[in-house]
């Protein structure tokens, strides 16, 4: 009995101790799960904070973009706002000198006592000046009014020094002039150099012709004239006369410069000299029809 005794109360100790372990590994268990829960919410709120952060730089950087698109297109605006306002100030240069050679040529007639010749002039001025103004604040106009003011200008010019040239104007039979634009005066000033540099420093007449015409949706215009030519007039001409012929060439290079720009076109410019000894001059001026008012 005593040995049964001594036999159930060492089994019993030997399963208190294994309830203690089990007790023990439960609890470890317990804490184990616990603290597995704590790390899987921790990761839990670490991704949502990711998340919270991936959205708020993403709002950044959408915030960034729209603010730098903004600064481009008010840039670009500002950009094309001062180029148009460059533009109509070149045009306003352009209209006083062209009106003092003008008022030149009615002053000759009133100084050689001719009145008739100087109201003739004066009314096909007015015509010439009001058409001018009217078109000056476009960009863009159709080829008709363009070759309008061209024909006036051209008898108003040939009027007064039709000793010294004769002109044609010649337009391609099928060109549908209605169809076509142009920057106002922009070759009326190339015409003006022809006459004034060219043609009135010529001891015999001569030949002034205006060829317009049109190929594969480009226009084009030439202007070539049997005056003196660049270098000649160049030799005669006085300094005063050199600086306001570079002031009107330089003038009309940038109004060229600035359509280009702003218009995303190419306006191309060609000079030359008509004959191999330098005598005569050729304007070409070629200008893509892809854009209208």
Known sequence: IENASKRLGKTGYQNYLQLEILQKDKEISKNTIAHLMNESQLKEENLSFQKILIILMGVIILLAVMALLYIIRVSKQRRIANQKLALRSLRTQM???????????????????????????????????????????????????????????????????????????????????????????????????????????????????????????????????????????????????KKIKSTALKNINERVKLFNNLHKIKVNVRLSNLYEDGSGTVVIIEIPQSHNE
């Not at 100087?118 to 007015?126: C, G, M, Q, R, V």
């Not at 006459?195 to 480009?218: A, F, P």
């Open 95 to 241: 209209n006083p000198h062209f009106i003092f050679n003008a008022l030149n040529s009615v002053n000759s007639f009133i100084s050689s006592s001719d009145e008739r010749a100087a109201n003739k002039f004066l009314t096909e001025f007015s015509t010439l000046m009001r058409t001018v103004m009217e078109n000056s604040e476009h960009d863009f106009i159709p080829l008709s009014k363009e070759l309008e003011i061209l024909k006036i200008y051209l008898d108003l010019e040939h009027f007064r020094f039709k000793d010294k040239f004769d002109f044609e104007l010649e337009i391609q039979k099928d060109l549908e002039i209605e169809s076509f634009v142009i920057p106002p005066m922009l070759i009326q000033p190339y015409i003006e150099n022809a006459i004034w540099h060219g043609l009135r420093y010529k001891e015999d007449k001569g030949k002034l012709l205006v060829n317009v015409s049109s190929d594969s949706g480009m226009l084009k215009i030439k202007i070539s004239d049997d005056g003196i030519g660049r270098n000649k007039s160049e030799e005669i001409k006085t300094k005063n006369q």
